[in-house]
């Protein structure tokens, strides 16, 4: 029985258990692909992303894990080092003189729900009763609801679905008028 010193041995030993040689060739050969795959992802540093892919790999197989495909094995972990590595690159804060040209406008949350009031009872019955019913609810109860509410209808869950759909985009497009004319 061979002893195992670290968790590039237990790497090793599964990349080939016969050749050390052998093993520590398919071990550059893998770490020359993770690398050139995550440079095609564009990782800031493909090199340390790929050693980092490979020691966790060896550790997950040095904990125990029963690992049957190593390279593939290899691969996944190295996207999750690349979305780590992208998270990381991500700023935390907006910048003080930024401006966001996208954001709507302030608007007065009362003259908000006068529109809304008054694009509510613009709708028909039905996709009123729709659009109010439709978003009540958390987790399974929610989803009772719209079971209800669509067999109330003579609905499909897909119907239904569709139905809240468009009474909401009917709903945003009134308000967003009613704001504009206010």
Do not use: W
């Not at 067999?151 to 967003?176: D, H, P, S, V, Y």
């Amino acid at each position: 029985m061979t002893v195992y010193n670290s968790a590039m041995d237990f790497l090793l030993a599964k990349l080939d258990a016969e050749d050390r040689e052998r093993a520590g060739e398919k071990y550059l050969v893998l770490l020359d692909e993770l690398a050139n795959f995550l440079r095609l992802k564009n990782s800031s540093d493909s090199q340390t992303a790929a050693e980092e892919a490979l020691d966790r790999t060896a550790k997950k197989i040095a904990a125990g894990a029963d690992v049957l495909h190593i390279r593939a094995y290899a691969f996944r972990v190295a996207k999750f080092v690349l979305l780590e590595q992208r998270r990381k690159l991500q700023p935390d804060a907006l910048p003080e003189n930024y401006e966001n040209r996208f954001a709507a406008p302030e608007i007065k949350s009362d003259l908000r729900l006068e529109c809304l009031e008054e694009c509510l009872n613009a709708l028909g019955f039905i996709d009123r009763e729709i659009i109010v019913n439709y978003y009540e609810g958390e987790g399974r109860s929610k989803a009772d609801l719209k079971i209800k509410l669509a067999e109330r209808f003579g609905l499909t869950m897909t119907a239904l679905k569709l139905r809240a759909l468009r009474a909401r985009q009917k709903l945003e497009k009134c308000i967003n008028n009613c704001l504009a004319k206010k």
